[in-house]
Nanobody, 129 residues
Framework: QVQLVESGGGLVQPGGSLRLSCAAS????????IGWFRQAPGKEREGVSC????????YYPTSVKGRFTISKDNAKNTVYLQMNNLKPEDTAIYYC??????????????????????WGQGTQVTVSS
């Protein structure tokens, strides 16, 4: 059974930075597409980043492009999301999720949460002064 555990969330002031981690167990993370999603109260879940084992291809929506960076450390079986210049509208619970090789999410062409099968429990990010 695939397990993902997020960490690194917290309270940060506008303009600040956080680095989220997504640690995988019971599977090799580099064999899956890994996406980061977020959900704010009263809003739909939104994809914010994705990294594919296919040449390390990444994807970012316009809302976070230039501010967020996804990376992975295969030795640690962990994916990271570096978030810079955070804004109050970035406040949400952040989740990582895995897409199997036969899924559309694997290649990170776009970010649809229906293409991701396994999810972590989430980590809260609050951007406030």
């Amino acid at each position: 059974q695939v397990q993902l555990v997020e960490s690194g969330g917290g309270l940060v002031q506008p303009g600040g930075s956080l680095r989220l981690s997504c640690a995988a167990s019971r599977f090799t993370l580099d064999r899956y597409g890994i996406g980061w999603f977020r959900q704010a109260p009263g809003k739909e879940r939104e994809g914010v980043s994705c990294i594919s084992p296919n040449n390390g291809k990444t994807y970012y929506p316009t809302s976070v492009k230039g501010r967020f960076t996804i990376s992975k450390d295969n030795a640690k079986n962990t994916v990271y999301l570096q978030m810079n210049n955070l804004k109050p509208e970035d406040t949400a619970i952040y989740y990582c999720a895995a897409a199997a090789p036969d899924s559309a999410g694997y290649n990170c062409i776009f970010l649809d949460d229906r293409d991701f099968d396994s999810w972590g429990q989430g980590t809260q990010v609050t951007v406030s002064s």
